[in-house]
């Protein structure tokens, strides 16, 4: 049978739904960043179809991106239908928080388990800077409404950049432990052209961040996960959480379980590798073959590889931004 060919190790799915977006980040801040013509993205029910042809082969975790998510039209026909399947244990959100206000009342009503709200500096102008055009008021009024649902946990998540907003990382903490949410610090991954800055000279590691926070924190190591990358802390007398998710200073590959859906309809079986699938050409040539898609995405497992080879010193390998990818 299918099921039993697939590769069990791979139980969390991460979905782009588009590349659009109303902010930028130090992941797209090149200027030769291209969007993709609305026909060559996945459909709703394309990707509600892919969706649930892996949480039919033993797939527990998604997590829906972009790009911005919930500039995608009628999104929430995605996360109604994805919060109703059969054995998905974890439906989360990766947002940049300034559409929560409008829509964390029927995320969580559609089965939305975790919100994670970018946020890579508490200065406005920084953010300013950083995003070109945000206002990090926003994204505030995002986080309170994400609160204000119930969702079983928030997270904040912040690239940091060595002259960028490194010296904020105490400060995160103090935020994330004031409103009561967790936080989790990445390594800037070379995906992509940058015209802006040099990623070896800005690369700032998960062990920098502990020294710094450690001036400020005690930081207890938890076997805590949520089925990712990120390796979690804890501080004593407080909820919050503290994670760091380190491609480069701690590579994480051996443990990988997770694959990504470009909202292209590309599988990616690694972030940091080429290899892939087209599972928008296998649904447009057998639509509503579900057995087919599904043999599509076993046959998948057999080339995906075994780490990726992200080289700060070097020229990206991979090409793609992460609106194109997925955060």
């Given at each position: 049978?299918?099921?039993?060919?697939?590769?069990?190790r791979?139980?969390?799915?991460?979905?782009?739904?588009?590349?659009?977006?109303?902010?930028?980040?130090?992941?797209?801040?090149s200027?030769?960043?291209?969007?993709?013509?609305?026909?060559?993205?996945?459909?709703?029910?394309?990707?509600?179809?892919?969706?649930?042809?892996?949480?039919?082969?033993?797939?527990?975790?998604?997590r829906?991106?972009?790009?911005?998510?919930?500039?995608?039209?009628?999104?929430?026909?995605?996360?109604?239908?994805?919060?109703?399947?059969?054995?998905?244990?974890?439906?989360?959100?990766?947002?940049?928080?300034t559409?929560?206000?409008?829509?964390?009342?029927?995320?969580?009503?559609?089965?939305?388990?975790?919100?994670?709200?970018s946020?890579?500096?508490?200065?406005?102008?920084?953010?300013?800077?950083?995003?070109?055009?945000?206002?990090?008021?926003?994204?505030?009024?995002?986080?309170?409404?994400?609160?204000?649902?119930?969702?079983?946990?928030?997270?904040?998540?912040?690239?940091?950049?060595?002259?960028?907003?490194?010296?904020?990382?105490?400060?995160?903490?103090?935020?994330?432990?004031?409103?009561?949410?967790?936080?989790?610090?990445?390594?800037?991954?070379?995906?992509?052209?940058v015209?802006?800055?040099?990623?070896?000279?800005?690369?700032?590691?998960?062990?920098?961040?502990?020294?710094?926070?450690?001036?400020?924190?005690?930081?207890?190591?938890?076997?805590?996960?949520?089925?990712?990358?990120?390796?979690?802390?804890?501080?004593?007398?407080?909820?919050?959480?503290?994670?760091?998710?380190?491609?480069?200073s701690?590579?994480?590959?051996?443990?990988?379980?997770?694959?990504?859906?470009?909202?292209?309809?590309?599988?990616?079986?690694?972030?940091?590798?080429?290899?892939?699938?087209?599972?928008?050409?296998?649904?447009?040539?057998?639509?509503?073959?579900?057995?087919?898609?599904?043999?599509?995405?076993?046959?998948?497992?057999?080339?995906?590889?075994?780490?990726?080879?992200?080289?700060?010193?070097?020229?990206?390998?991979?090409?793609?931004?992460?609106?194109?990818?997925?955060?």
């Amino acid at each position: 049978m299918l099921i039993d060919r697939f590769d069990r190790r791979v139980s969390y799915l991460r979905i782009s739904v588009t590349d659009r977006c109303d902010l930028r980040c130090v992941y797209c801040m090149s200027e030769k960043m291209q969007f993709l013509p609305r026909a060559q993205l996945l459909s709703l029910e394309e990707i509600i179809q892919v969706a649930s042809c892996f949480v039919a082969l033993g797939v527990e975790k998604i997590r829906i991106t972009g790009g911005e998510p919930l500039h995608r039209k009628n999104i929430i026909k995605v996360f109604d239908a994805l919060g109703a399947l059969d054995g998905l244990r974890d439906l989360t959100l990766t947002t940049n928080g300034t559409q929560l206000p409008r829509f964390a009342a029927a995320l969580k009503a559609a089965g939305v388990t975790r919100v994670n709200i970018s946020l890579d500096t508490l200065r406005e102008d920084r953010y300013r800077a950083l995003t070109r055009t945000g206002r990090i008021e926003r994204v505030m009024q995002g986080l309170d409404a994400a609160l204000d649902a119930g969702f079983e946990r928030v997270k904040l998540n912040a690239v940091v950049l060595k002259h960028r907003n490194h010296d904020e990382v105490g400060d995160l903490v103090a935020f994330a432990i004031d409103r009561g949410v967790d936080i989790s610090f990445i390594e800037e991954m070379p995906l992509g052209f940058v015209g802006d800055h040099d990623r070896a000279e800005c690369f700032y590691s998960s062990d920098d961040i502990r020294r710094d926070l450690a001036q400020r924190y005690e930081l207890v190591p938890t076997t805590e996960s949520t089925g990712g990358p990120s390796r979690y802390f804890r501080i004593p007398g407080v909820a919050t959480r503290v994670g760091f998710i380190s491609p480069h200073s701690h590579n994480f590959c051996a443990q990988c379980n997770r694959v990504r859906l470009t909202s292209e309809g590309r599988l990616l079986l690694c972030l940091g590798q080429e290899h892939s699938v087209d599972l928008r050409h296998v649904v447009r040539a057998h639509p509503g073959d579900d057995a087919a898609l599904q043999a599509a995405i076993v046959d998948s497992m057999a080339i995906k590889p075994k780490g990726h080879d992200f080289d700060l010193q070097a020229q990206p390998v991979i090409f793609r931004h992460m609106n194109h990818t997925g955060g």
